[in-house]
């Protein structure tokens, strides 16, 4: 997955569609239609506002709150309003999405206005046979890579086992943290020093815009996605998975071209296997 570029790539998720928990139907955002530098003279966007945000320690106030005073494009107290993108413009004081247009206004079912940082650990292992030999994809020759996928409980997509980064926190924490809530129930045990060490290490694939169903036109997610490997399957590849938090399952699953994930979640998957030039 290249870099996202405003202007030149039109995210698909989130248009022409229901908002997600919602009966809200997006406003109608043709392909011609999706820059804010293309006129669409009849866009006349629904605003959504969650319920379920009200009052929430982690959701930002409506921007007519008087008390809302936030520092846009900035680190705002312990709220990072950066975008990895870039400087995101400003209007009728409300952030406005640098991908263009998503067919409904407001912040939806996403706590914060403008960017919303989420970090996704994508936790890999080798495919291994009962003699403990990695198996060969048969078409490619190449090894094939097992990735930790959890079943999303609010839409039953498969994804990567990822998650929003607390305000103040840093996005290493966040990579466990949401690791270990999503796939083991918190339930290190006796292997806490071992998750310490593999969880240290890993590897930046990206970090950006994701096309995700939530966003709309004042509210966006972008995520900092990084590989932990385990290469002999010693650590985590012997891990018990159990779901936790915001699962319904988790396992083991075989990654190639045929598989369909979350929001962007293929397109990140697919740069650790060509990275680690495993079968797709």
């Known amino acids: 997955m290249a870099r996202i ?4 790539f039109k995210h698909s998720r989130c248009r022409n569609s229901v908002y997600p928990q919602s009966d809200v139907r997006r406003y109608p955002v043709p392909d011609e239609s999706v820059f804010w530098t293309q006129t669409y003279a009849d866009y006349q966007p629904p605003v959504h ?16 709150d008087p008390s809302f005073g936030a520092q846009w494009n900035e680190l705002d107290g312990k709220v990072n309003r950066v975008s990895f ?3 995101y413009e400003i209007r009728d ?26 970090a ?17 994809h048969p078409a490619s020759g190449k090894r094939v890579l097992q990735m930790c ?41 006796e292997m806490a020093g071992e998750v310490e060490r593999f969880f240290a290490a890993g590897t930046e694939i990206y970090k950006g815009y994701v096309d995700d ?6 509210a966006w997610m972008e995520t900092v996605a990084v590989n932990f490997h385990d290469e ?23 990654v190639g071209e045929e598989v369909k994930l979350y929001a962007s979640h293929s397109n990140i998957v697919k740069r650790v296997v060509d990275m680690l030039e495993a079968h797709w």
Request: proline share 7%; aromatic share 6%.
């Open 149 to 189: 996928a959890i079943e999303r409980l609010d839409c039953g997509e498969w994804a990567i086992p990822g998650g929003m980064v607390d305000a103040g926190e840093k996005v290493s924490a966040t990579l466990r943290r949401e690791f270990l809530e999503e796939t083991m129930d918190n339930d290190a045990g």
């Open 49 to 64: 506002e969650s319920p379920v945000l009200q009052g929430k320690e982690w959701a930002d106030l409506d921007v007519d």
């Open 85 to 87: 993108v870039g400087t």
């Open 120 to 136: 996704d650990p994508v936790v890999t292992r080798w495919k291994l046979d009962e003699a403990g030999t990695p198996v060969l």
């Open 232 to 254: 002999e399957g010693s650590v985590v590849g012997r891990f018990p998975l159990h779901a936790g938090d915001d699962a319904a399952k988790v396992r083991w699953m075989d």
């Open 5 to 8: 570029i405003p202007g030149i």
């Open 93 to 118: 004081s409300c952030p406005v999405n640098p991908f263009g247009r998503t067919g409904i206004r407001g912040r939806g079912i996403l706590g914060r206005w403008g960017p919303n940082h989420a």
């Open 213 to 218: 169903p939530r966003n709309t036109d004042c």
